[in-house]
């Protein structure tokens, strides 16, 4: 089943050397944020390299539901006249945040500290994730939430009137709880205070800065402890979008893995709550070289050169890194089938309530492909058959999950056999170009009649 509309097979052949340079589209994260913290603020807000995913695009229709007038003027150039904290309308209609999870969860947030009434749904992925982990630390500032069995959506959430700020301490490593409880903060009085254990991605934080919040973060022996002031007057911002570090995470791998590539990848984020991956390939013995470092939107970057990397092995990836790197274990997964050795990913429970559990549906599709995996609640092991040594010739199912078909397709590229996945259109909700990136550089990727 596809994410909207019909579901497109697509086929991955082993690749000759991918050349060139691999200009990946803006970080969906920020271009979430830019938009929502562009509708809560006074004033016309100006964002440049959105991402034009549609997950991102979902987020858009919303917040003009919510009242905020969101004006597309080229690509990935955007406008967004925001209703100020506190302004937002009642939306005439459900909000349907289709695949993603962070439009959802942040919306939540974003509405569960105004007195209004919405109801949320998403597509068959996202109606089966768990929304309580948002909904159950909201219910802190009296906002009520009336879903399916397990806390599903569709779910009716009942924004509070007259708010004060809470103090939480996050029970899930999770950078859209901590952002949804931020967001709902802003509508409240007082303080509201996030702890987090384990750091996860920052972007919220350096934001709500950015567009005149009071926001501190202390580290602490708990973790990082993040207190926001309530009722600020959030000002318009220019924001310049970053590219993704998660889409530049599958023209890197493929470079990787398929001989003789030599790539160019600029403006890779290195902010150290996104940049995990990066340094388990690294770890790995990849070739890349990071060059030209500096700030680009605010977040650090760097430019990557990468090189057919043959001599990769499979490593212990720290459990402490998981945060920073918890949208590139299936891509990782991938490297690790085509390095030497086992690569040992544990304490990545998340995977399992992701768009689609990425633990199953990596360890069913590698072993489709012939390599030996092991799994248990937590954790994922892959027993790497060294590079050009993946058998492949299967049909990996995507379970309408962007990521776990870009990474099948990689790992077609450098099979001995084509490597097929079943629906390559939840792709368009992420990396909308992901197709003609690829085969620009020299993929071979075709796509299969029904
Ligand atoms: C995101 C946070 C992560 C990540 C998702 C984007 C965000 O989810 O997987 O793709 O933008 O805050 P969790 O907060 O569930 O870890």
Known sequence: MSAHGTAQPMTARKSGPLQGTALVPGDKSISHRSLIFGAMALGETKVTGLLEGQDVLDTAKAMQAFGATVTRHGLGEWSVLGVGVGGFQEPADLIDCGNSGTGVRLIMGTMATSPMTVTFTGDASLRKRPMGRVTEPLAGFGTQAYGRKGGRLPMTVVGAAGAKGIRHTLKVASAQVKSALLLAGLNATGETVVIEREPTRDHSERMLLGFGAQVNVEKSAEGNIITLTGQPQLRAQSVAVPRDPSSAAFPVCAALLVEG?????????????????????????????????????????????VRFSDNMKGIEVPPERAPSMIDEYPILSVVAACATGKTVMRGVKELRVKESDRIDAMARGLEACGVTIEEDEDTLIVHGLGAGNVPGGATCATHIDHRIAMSFLVLGMASKNPVSVDDASPIATSFPIFESLMTGMGARLTRENH
């Open 261 to 305: 590539s030599d790539i160019f990848v600029p403006g890779v984020s290195q902010n150290l709550t996104r940049n995990g991956l990066y340094l388990t390939l690294v770890d790995m013995g990849a070739d890349i070289e990071f060059q030209n470092p500096r700030t680009e939107g605010g977040e650090p970057v760097a430019d990557l050169r």
